[in-house]
């Protein structure tokens, strides 16, 4: 079966459950694949863990959370150190390189780190958009929705005033994660 | 001519479950004779009530009327207005069902301004269940649950109703049966939540606990304690000690009206689509 | 023309459901994990000259529902486990007035305030138990984004079908994950009106049985008028306490549902021809379940699930039937033993039934059930 397992993690208030319902209908409306989103959360609308599982697949998906995980994104040191534990061998774990400082050190990991919220903030202009700068990302990495349909996703997510700050977000984030995996 | 009750009565229904001597009667007798000046069409009008002997009234009334659960007319009612806005929407209930239990929702209804009347019938006791007090059971008063007299404070429904917003507060009397239709007539006419607090006796439960003699000498303490509006603008905070103001004491006409405010949501969304 | 599709949580199709079902009330009441509902009503409601109220409290939110369903509209709320025990006095107001109406309950833990944001599947009993006297009771447990749409529309047929109080409740991992749902067209779904009278106001009576065991409901404001009480009553709708006709409205208020059960109860059997071992679940846990029996079928277990989609009244004739026939049940649920208790009733000893009861806040995951399929000698 091509189920794959994708877990965008980091703290409340970071958008990391937009960035996987993004990436779950990019894959589900535009790849023309199936897709489930879920999450959980803590009390805190901002501050606290999140953490947003999407599962991909070519056929129906039954269990909507993940056993072991292909990719996981940590952009807090406690996300990272709490969700790698079921990442799978030769997983990918992006993180955030200033936030992220420990990377763990069993596991066989395809490590890929950059400082998403930092770029964010200087190369695309805006802090807020640092999700999608890390959606981008997790696109080229994982390979699962084409960047074409990612972008379309992305765009038709986001109101109208936002479209190129997020546009630019994702391509920056795209370009980043292939030159910091290369 | 005597006014024809029998005409706004459900054939069968009488007679009522009310003990001799209970006010209640008198506010159904002035609600009937309201609704007939008025001309309200049965058909469009409902009269809601929660749980107790006061809340026993709709059952006698021909009209569209509903019987709810302890102390939820206020919210049964909000859902039948706003579905139907065009409809006249009466609650009638006593001071336990509506202040208590149901005090959230009276008081959210008078805090929305949703054209509805409120009439209370304020016996200060819970009567249906035997005599247990109420909040509005005067301090130091006997209740069955109060055998070495009432500890706590009671409210004042009309200031609470004012407090929590509604535009038309008044009061009335059991004694004071030809103020009840007139008190009655002009909230039904008011836009907005309009409270009638109608101050009843219930010879019953309260009365032979608290020393009144006879039903005639409940009548004359309310005869006694009522004091116009008008009258008490005259008279010293001395003379007003014990006394309770009756009328309209509270008017105001400005305040949007909820159904009317939900038009304009529904012009806006209609707008925005 | 391609159907309109679109990424949705379990939450926001109930609410696009509830609208292709006609509903044009909803009362209701903030509460985790369910206030998505909420917030979609606010906004397509009063596009549609629905009409949409914030409620006072859970219980107001109840009331208004009862109150607006009088008035002739198509009602919803949506609650959570605490709300949803504040709601019961009303829903059993509902059931003894025959008032037709749909409540969503979306289950986390509990009780109490327990895991506002936990999944759970803790409020099953609640469904049929939590309010007093005896009543009908119909709760559809949905397992999908696209069910949930499907179910809340086959809600509100029941509740006008039966003129009775229906449950939805998914459990908050189908509440809040997002799918893909395709949008039925106007149509393509069958919408049940309201029963309404045929004879003229004056000889009008609400729960007049010369029309079946579902009477038909006037409205307030349609030329009709007519009593509700929450009191035991007659056909005219007025209080009684005569012996003779309690106990035949109260019979007949159950009998609607119980006389109607193949009508009403719905699942879907699963790889169960040739099974050994029956996985019976619901909800989100029948995703683990189906995940796991297909592994258990990889590595030569003859697994296969009874997925229950209407929860009450509950599937008793088919789980008798497979009782006979397997050699046990294995029931995951989000809690310490609801659904296992109905299977314990309905095996009567024939086949042992394994349960698997999470109430941490974690999904039931595809392995614990594999692991105890395999229990099953």
Partial sequence: ?182 | MAFDYDKWIRPGKLPHIWCPGCGHGIVMKGLIRAMETLKLKKEETAVVSGIGCASRLPGYIDCCTLHTAHGRAAAFATGVKMAKPEMNVILVGGDGDGTAIGGNHFIHACRRNIDMTYIIMNNYIYGMTGGQFSPCTPTGHKASTTPYGNPDPGFDIAKLAIGAGATFVARGTAFHANQIDKLIVEAIQHKGFSVVEILDDCPTTYGRRNKYKSVIEMMNRLKEVAVPVKAAEKMTAEQLQGKVLTGVLYKEESKPEYTAEYAKVIERAKAAK | MSKKVAFLQGNEAAAHGALYAGCDFFGGYPITPSTEVAEVMSIELPKIGGKFIQMEDEIGAMAAILGASLAGAKVLTSTSGPGLSLKQELIGYGCIAEIPCVIYNVMRGGPSTGMPTGPSQSDVMCAKWGTHGDHPAICLTPASVQETYEEVIRAFNLSEKYRTPVMVMPDEIVAHMRERIVFPEQGEIEVVPRKSPTVPPEQYKPYDTSFGDVPPLASFGSGYKFHVTGLNKMQDGFPTTKADIVQAEEERQVRKVDANVDDIVTFEEYLLEDADVVVVAYGSTSRSARYAVNIAREQGVKAGMFRIKTFWPFPDKQIKALASKVKGIVIPEMNLGMCSLELERCAQGKVPVLGIFRVDGEPINPDQILEKIKEVK
């Fill in chain 1, 1 to 182: 079966m091509s189920r794959y397992e994708l877990r965008f993690s980091g703290s409340g208030g970071q958008g990391l459950i937009t960035a996987g319902i993004i990436m779950a209908k990019a894959a589900s409306i535009y790849e023309g694949k199936q897709a489930v989103q879920s999450q959980s959360y803590g009390p805190e609308a901002r501050g606290g863990s999140s953490k947003s599982e999407v599962i991909i697949s070519d056929g129906p998906i039954d269990y909507p959370k993940a056993t072991m995980v292909d990719a996981l994104l940590a952009m807090t040191q406690e996300a990272c150190d709490k969700y790698t534990h079921d990442l799978k061998e030769g997983g990918i774990l992006l993180v955030d390189s200033d936030l992220v400082t420990k990377l763990p050190t069993t596991g066989n990991y395809r490590i890929i780190s950059f400082p998403i919220i930092n770029t964010a903030k200087t190369d695309v202009g805006r802090e807020i958009v640092a999700n999608i700068v890390a959606l981008g990302a997790m696109v080229a990495l994982t390979g699962q929705v084409s960047r074409e349909n990612a972008e379309k996703a992305v765009l038709s997510s986001v109101p109208e005033a936002f479209i190129e700050l997020n546009r630019k977000a994702f391509s920056i984030g795209y370009e980043r994660a292939l030159a910091a995996s290369a």
